[in-house]
């Protein structure tokens, strides 16, 4: 059986485990006031071509996000994020648990637009009862969004400008950062994130390692007093060396790049071979996970063999899954379904 | 240079981290629902003599401390808790920022007793303004306490007792249990804990594990629904078998017994090793943490060598330090600095 | 200059007045444990013809909802509501401020169905994530709700149906209370609403009183401890008696239903005359809130005479304005407002 | 039967009931955008000898204090307070519903010190594991205290000194503000707490008014978006007005200052009475809540002509009471008071 249902179904690349029984032994002080996760916040820093932005090391994302909207946010302010954003559907309210309304914006594509920001920002402040509606003050996006497409360099730096404006605060989302800029269709690096964002994370998770994300603040009122936060929130790690080292070895070496290309390389090929066999896609996505419209009667035939998770019912005849390349997906696994998938419709 | 700071400054036993190396590239699914999570669940399940206890694995201490009393509490409702208690005194306000307020009982030793308990739920239902104060609905205690002590049986039962006669929620937070366990002065097993409490929490960081902490729910009430909790504070691991693979390996083979008792074991070799040396300790521990006074001179003399905390001053002269021993401390570590005290002793 | 903008602009009826006068020596106890409101809340039971509801008394509408939501949910838990409802969209998130997502359905009247209901919610059970998304757990509406609509006896039974099937709380805003059930199309009474919610609001400070709400809990589970939560979110009047006193005075003698009876005979003697002006309306209100659309000329040209909340702007030539009735509205402010707008409709 | 249990017994002054009956049919915008809270701000101002304070009125204490707590901490602050402050002891854990510790500071005439405060937060500050602890923000005091004891000058000097030295926001809850201002203790007006305060209250509800607060914030951080909180914890009263007509009465004319004056002058006669008696005190008030310790016997025998609470039992023979006058108190009340206990203890 062979599973494309996520990105996060096996463990981490072997290089972090060699690392981790490496280190094993050394004495370290626990809360990531260690010399791992000081090399690992310089190598960021590094990569943020910035040697002024903050960076913490948390093991999860929705711990990310809540952390980062509690650190930022006023008790009356809201964060603007499309529908289909992960703050918006799939964590359980975290973000309402710490006080605060996610506003969304309608999308059928995962992204937001800096016109939408603009039209609902302009409406709040025009409103002679808007002391009595939540203030926007923060936009959450994701690179790439939950549908697997990107921003473009141009649409980020509309949306940058647009947060400038109304003094918002721009929080980029990267749990599968490194998916998108692995993507053909990428036109911006971590340095430009680290310009235009006032905070954004890097996902370890996704990509590589057994767990971890890495938080990188370049706004200053932000930086002040974040580590209260984690540990409020319960997101400080004891031994929090292990998100140390994980980073350490992802951003040493260019691994991170590294395992992001493979699995984009394979999304493609996947890709290419559906599109030759003519089947549609729900959405154009250009990164690692792939959308696309399958037959029911092939999905049930497949069912023993590869297994992904069903993302949307079309009609009585056809459901459009997602199917999920990863750093640790195989290239055979690839080819075979492939293979698979034409074997089924040559049989009909 | 040798640091006794912590019970947290290594990886974990190479046991777990062979065993997370062997099912690097199994493919399992996210969020605990995987084989290896509920193999520990049965193992946990198995010493706790209980089929019916449900079992979580979150990744830290102050993540299930805070997901277990938002889960339990209604929001005028507080926590009984020692003055020294975790959730009282390092938790930077989590619980508080869930919303309930830690009531806290005095305390010499970092326990509380069944009387303190009583007195303080007769005060509240006796007071004509009850309603102006949180009702005190739960009992957070640690096994062993943050200076520790452990309770006795009998001082467990009676607090049991009165928990039930209030009706209250009796919470024991086990972060360093297995160290409880190994004690010479202990006289309870985990089949007890999982008898008189509603919920109670196995520890795993400090105890072999790379992180981790089992949370065992007896009170049906507190079941329900528990897993929203978890994601909602941030606590559900994306790669959850990490938990799973670790609890695992503490629980099949008696590891978890094992490396407590090695931790022990030293810690009544350096108590008895201080103690003949005519130091005096704060307080009698009987587990993994001691806290000798020390002459500051001699602290001064050590430290190139020896690192742990100063917990308390004493007077001009003198200083109490917490030397922690765990599992992965090394005889040699204890005998060689109780032959350095001994040798600064001798030069005055 | 006269005003029509809200419901809440005088002070209150007279008698009101004259009561507090004629008490204002008595010595009570504080909290609402007095007399008045004993006496206060024995005939809202009457009214319910329920001896068995809990009867609270508030001072305001934002302040009894976050406190019966507060006192209904575990943090996990979220609410639903029309997209227009007044938790969703004028309370500046105090739902979220304490913690809950407010689960939103779309709607075109204000109003939402027992389908809409099933729906979200089969979708919440059918989701295999659904531990990732806040569990709906109550139903939020007006009645009459703020586009000045109302549900028949049979939408409501409906939606109560429902609510019980999915064990979901029902929880129906009464802030305008009095003039729903004054309206020509209402056909249910105060006793409809005991019998098929969990808990009602009864709105005193648009039907007049100087201000306050009462709250009406069917359902056990939340009556228990519910001052507690009162108290917590700052809504226990220190005087509590001045609530009290008021709902004494609306509930004997019928002045609830007298006052709102002389509201909705004004809007429908508005509505009528707008009609036969040729006027059309944005929604068709059977209450006191009504919702012309007139040219924006005309709007300007009343403008130092009467005042009216512009509502929405149908294109560049009209807006549709909410014209509010009350309690205290004089007929004559009724027939000039619609001889001025004759007037002005003349001279074009 | 008289009461002398609480200073909120009766309803108004019947001034501002006259008022409120004067400009019951003003018609006047909600939420306390009116001309009489725009008259009362200015009225406060001007007490304060300060243009640029921001002025709100709320009804009650505990939602005035939840709000202003709410509004000027960051998630992971705290306040300090001593540990019979209203916000540790009588508001349901209002504060920690709100996200923070509250953190106590051992008193035994319900005062602070500069002392204290400069400890713990130096405390803080010193600590290697303040991060995990909430970080001490804010000072909450009141004036007079819940023991009826007042700040002298020079301490509240020294207080305000401390907070600016730390940026500690100093808060000072004036619910019975009047009382401490007229005490022949006091030596400060209300223009000092302007000057020395970031945010303090003046209490209406317990100095003659029906219901009010007036929340007066120096600190400019803690003025933007205000109202938007005030909104949201559901303080915003609907008919503002009622609030600004009841301010303007207390705060024109001197009223305010008068009625205070009236309930210490009875609370003066009432102490040097029971002095003259040899009756001693639980505590020496200058203000009017007075605590003198009664035989168990004599409070018995008044039990059917005079109601007041009981404090603290203090032996098996003796209880503590507390007989609170106010504005509303009668001269005989106190005089018959005197005489029936004189008579009482000739009895024996």
Redesign the interface.
């Known amino acids: 059986?062979?599973?494309f249902?996520?990105d996060?179904?096996?463990?981490?690349h072997?290089r972090i485990?060699q690392r981790?029984?490496e280190?094993?032994?050394?004495?370290?002080?626990?809360?990531s006031e260690d010399p791992h996760c000081e090399r690992a916040a310089s190598l960021v820093r590094k990569a943020c071509a910035s040697p002024d932005v903050a960076v913490h090391f948390l093991?999860?994302?929705?711990?990310?996000?809540?952390?980062v909207i509690?650190?930022a946010l006023?008790?009356?302010q809201?964060v603007i994020s499309p529908q289909t954003g992960h703050i918006s559907?799939?964590?359980?309210?975290?973000?309402?648990?710490?006080?605060?309304?996610?506003n969304t914006l309608p999308t059928s594509d995962g992204k937001i637009t800096a016109e939408q920001i603009d039209a609902l920002v302009t409406a709040h402040w025009s409103d002679p009862?808007f002391?009595?509606?939540?203030?926007p003050k923060m936009v959450y996006l994701s690179y790439p969004t939950e549908l697997g497409t990107i921003y473009s360099k141009a649409e980020l730096e509309a949306i940058s400008t647009i947060c400038r404006k109304h003094d918002l605060i721009l929080f980029v989302d990267g749990a599968r950062l490194g998916y998108g800029l692995a993507s053909p269709e990428n036109d911006i690096d971590i340095s430009f994130l680290a310009a235009h964002c006032d905070v954004f994370t890097i996902g370890g998770?996704?990509v590589g390692a057994?767990?971890g994300e890495a938080i990188v603040i370049r706004n200053d009122a932000l930086k002040k007093?974040f580590?209260?936060?984690i540990?409020?929130?319960?997101?400080?790690?004891?031994?929090g060396r292990?998100l140390g080292i994980q980073f350490e070895c992802l951003f040493e070496d260019n691994l991170y790049a590294e395992l992001s290309n493979h699995a984009i390389s394979l999304a493609m090929q996947l890709k290419q071979g559906l599109t030759n066999l003519g089947i549609p896609f729900l959405i154009d996505s250009p990164t690692n996970q792939q959308f696309p419209i399958l037959p029911n009667a092939l999905i049930e035939n497949l069912k023993d063999r590869y297994s992904f998770s069903q993302w949307k019912r079309m009609d009585n005849e056809r459901t459009a899954v997602r199917i999920c390349t990863s750093w640790?997906t195989k290239e055979e696994a690839v080819t075979g379904l492939l293979q698979a998938i034409k074997t089924e419709l040559a049989r009909n």
Chains 1, 2, 3, 4 share one sequence.
Do not use: C, W
């Not at 093991?59 to 952390?67: A, E, R």
């Open positions: 059986m062979i599973y249902n996520s996060y179904m096996e463990g981490a072997p485990l981790l029984a280190t094993n032994f050394e004495q370290t002080m626990g809360y093991v999860g994302g929705t711990q990310s996000n809540l952390t509690s650190a006023r008790p009356h809201s559907e799939h964590e359980t309210g975290a973000i309402e648990a710490v006080g605060h309304k996610v009862s002391e009595h509606i939540p203030q998770t996704k057994l767990f007093d580590r209260y936060i540990k409020q929130k319960g997101g400080m790690l004891a031994k292990l640790a």
